[in-house]
């Protein structure tokens, strides 16, 4: 059994997120016995956390937010998932664009109010953890809360969408916002299309609300994200695996563009997971970085490259 403090921790934990919890789920949940729980939840009280009980069928724990609740407490995993989600946002790994110093200006608030020893794991973590800036353009956050704030209120909205070098004026029910192929898209309903679309969100600009609110349609699949990806079309995505002799900033520094992950394996390469629609364009790609590699996956794409050598090859045969 945990330690009295580790299990107080994990308790408050427990109760923070805001559940109502059943003497026998928070037991088990905390792996002790209801003797036990019911010393501790005493304990919290003592301590001044507002637990509140309920009896009879339906009884049960609950956490009261307001004031009087003291200051954030999270376990190891939550901490870590916290600081890490913020450093990806630092490094533009979420997608969206916000200004460059919130998340670290959050990291440090969340330091702040942690533990010294849950401190210096995160810290830890954060010294270890070297993230590249995604290169897709990235939709402003002015534009994520605008369009979120319309999906809620079940409100219309219009925005100025460029694409193919014009530009043109949608109004739109909106209904998600929507991560697909490492882009962020607005999955509505086009009232001038009379039908369901996706336009990706560092394309729109202006978005305003009508202040007409509409009624819900059903949405056309449960798994919208999927729904988004298959109405992209075109070929298959086909995945390579490639070892990159280099290191992973250099070799994201002189890739035209990443579509896939970069990780390190030691100072002197990185493994290349791409997913392309074409072996032709990842060829291109590597041929214009000038950078070194080594294909582990797939057999089909290490052919493509033999038979464009063999061909570039036998150009220069007789020179």
Not at 66 to 86: C, H, K, R, W, Y
Not at 201 to 219: E, G, H, K, M, Q
Request: proline share 6%; charged share 25%.
């Amino acid at each position: 059994m945990a330690n009295p403090r580790e299990r107080m921790l994990r308790l408050l934990s427990l109760l923070q997120s805001g559940r109502h919890w059943s003497a026998v789920e928070l037991a088990a949940a905390m792996e002790a016995t209801p003797r036990t729980l019911r010393r501790d939840i005493e304990h919290l009280r003592d301590q001044g956390y507002p637990v509140v009980s309920t009896r009879g069928p339906g009884g049960h724990y609950r956490l009261v937010a307001g004031a009087a609740l003291p200051p954030l407490m999270l376990d190891d995993d939550e901490a870590i998932a916290s600081v890490l989600g913020l450093r990806l946002v630092t490094a533009g790994g979420a997608g969206v664009d916000i200004q460059s110093d919130a998340a670290d200006r959050a990291i440090a608030k969340l330091r702040r109010i942690l533990p010294t020893p849950l401190r210096r794991k995160t810290d830890q973590v954060l010294a270890a953890i070297d993230i590249d800036a995604t290169r897709h353009p990235q939709p402003s956050s002015d534009v994520v809360r605008r369009l979120a704030e319309a999906i809620t209120t079940h409100t219309s909205v219009t925005f100025d969408h460029a694409h193919g070098g014009r530009s043109s004026s949608r109004t739109v029910e909106p209904y998600r916002i929507v991560r697909a192929r490492g882009r962020w898209y607005l999955f509505c309903w086009d009232t001038l299309r009379d039908d369901w679309r996706s336009f990706r969100l560092d394309r729109i600009t202006s978005p305003l609300s009508s202040n007409a609110a509409f009624p819900p349609r059903p949405l056309p699949a449960d798994d919208v994200a999927g729904y988004v990806t298959e109405q992209f079309g075109g070929p298959a995505q086909l995945r390579v695996v490639l070892t990159l002799h280099t290191d992973a900033r250099d070799a994201a520094s002189r890739l035209h563009r990443i579509d896939g992950s970069i990780e390190p394996i030691d100072g002197t390469r990185c493994r290349y997971t791409a997913h392309v629609d074409s072996f032709t364009w990842l060829a291109t790609v590597l041929v214009l970085s000038g950078l070194d590699f080594t294909i582990e996956e797939s057999d089909e794409f290490g052919n493509y490259i033999a038979d464009a050598g063999h061909r570039l090859l036998a150009a220069v045969a007789d020179r």
